[in-house]
């Protein structure tokens, strides 16, 4: 039986075997949102920054090629893929069954779970199940960003909420200070990032979070990046060089910088 530690050296070996290195004068285009603090933002002179631009810059470096982000919405990233735009989506995007039809991912690098922004004088912050805060919420308006896992989680497990898509985060946040929305549903880091900004003055997460894996058919299986189906040795390089990073703690250097914690995937490169 081969062990897990001599399955993760033999995934990290095939860096060489792979002949990882691509030629320095390329160039990987990757696709990412630019609107989803502190995973993607796009400044006034279009760099794009955050833990999915570390992410790519480091890939790349791993790669031995040039990074070139194109910055779309979320819910364009996987027809743009499909249309070879850009060679890799690297935007905070869930392993799932569903998105999984239609393009490949690589190893679940990272892995992150999902709360509630709730009014701070809410019963529903204190909820001690997801049943609770789905029925205080019935038929009010809780926002998600458009092409998520978050929204279908929400329409498969509570219908009788009203969910309202955003093209951005930022647009959701907007919304929810001016009181046109009840609630907010998105990734635990991005929510806590939100609150740090506006102060929990108004606002508080839910005390309930929503792990991934208590629904990963729909949250998915982790934070992965996309490939086209047809570039399978792609696949097998990226693979490889993110295990890399996860084991030399590129990856959650990169996590604590811009979350103040750890969403790096350590058991997938030991299977």
């Known amino acids: 039986m081969i062990t897990p530690i001599i399955k993760k050296a033999a995934l990290c070996a095939g860096l060489a075997l792979l002949g990882l290195n691509?030629?320095?004068?390329?160039?990987?285009?990757?696709?990412?949102?630019?609107?989803?603090?502190?995973?993607?933002?796009?400044?006034?002179?279009?760099?794009?920054?955050?833990?999915?631009?570390?992410?790519?810059?480091?890939?790349?470096?791993?790669?031995?090629?040039?990074?070139?982000?194109?910055?779309?919405?979320?819910?364009?990233?996987?027809?743009?893929?499909?249309a070879n735009r850009f060679d890799l989506i690297i935007s905070g995007m869930s392993v799932t069954p569903e998105r999984s039809k239609r393009i490949s991912f690589s190893?679940?690098?990272?892995?992150?779970?999902?709360?509630?922004?709730?009014?701070?004088?809410?019963?529903?912050?204190?909820?001690?199940?997801?049943?609770?805060?789905?029925?205080?919420l019935a038929g009010k308006t809780v926002g998600v960003q458009g092409g998520t896992?978050?929204?279908d989680y929400l329409r498969k497990s509570a219908p009788g909420l009203k969910v309202k898509n955003y093209d951005t985060l930022d647009q959701m946040q907007i919304d929810l200070d001016a009181g046109?929305?009840?609630?907010?549903?998105?990734?635990?880091?991005?929510?806590?990032?939100?609150?740090?900004?506006?102060?929990d003055k108004h606002f508080a997460l839910s005390k309930l979070v929503i792990k991934g894996s208590s629904a990963?058919?729909?949250?998915?299986?982790?934070?992965?990046?996309?490939?086209?189906?047809?570039?399978?040795?792609?696949?097998?390089?990226?693979?490889?060089?993110?295990?890399?990073?996860?084991?030399?703690?590129?990856?959650k250097a990169s996590s604590e910088k811009w979350f103040d914690i750890d969403i790096s995937n350590y058991e997938v490169c030991k299977k």
């Open 216 to 251: 990963p058919e729909v949250l998915g299986y982790g934070i992965g990046v996309g490939i086209n189906k047809e570039k399978t040795e792609l696949k097998q390089k990226v693979d490889a060089a993110l295990c890399k990073l996860i084991d030399d703690g590129t990856i």
């Open 180 to 199: 046109r929305l009840d609630a907010t549903f998105a990734d635990l880091t991005s929510q806590s990032k939100f609150l740090k900004k506006v102060g």
């Open 149 to 151: 896992t978050h929204g």
């Open 22 to 82: 691509i030629a320095s004068a390329d160039t990987l285009k990757i696709g990412t949102e630019g609107g989803y603090p502190p995973w993607s933002m796009v400044d006034a002179a279009g760099k794009v920054s955050g833990f999915d631009a570390d992410v790519g810059n480091a890939l790349c470096k791993e790669l031995n090629a040039d990074c070139r982000f194109v910055v779309q919405a979320f819910d364009s990233l996987i027809p743009s893929l499909d």
């Open 107 to 136: 190893i679940p690098y990272a892995v992150e779970d999902a709360i509630f922004v709730l009014p701070k004088d809410s019963a529903l912050v204190s909820a001690a199940s997801a049943d609770a805060i789905f029925q205080g």
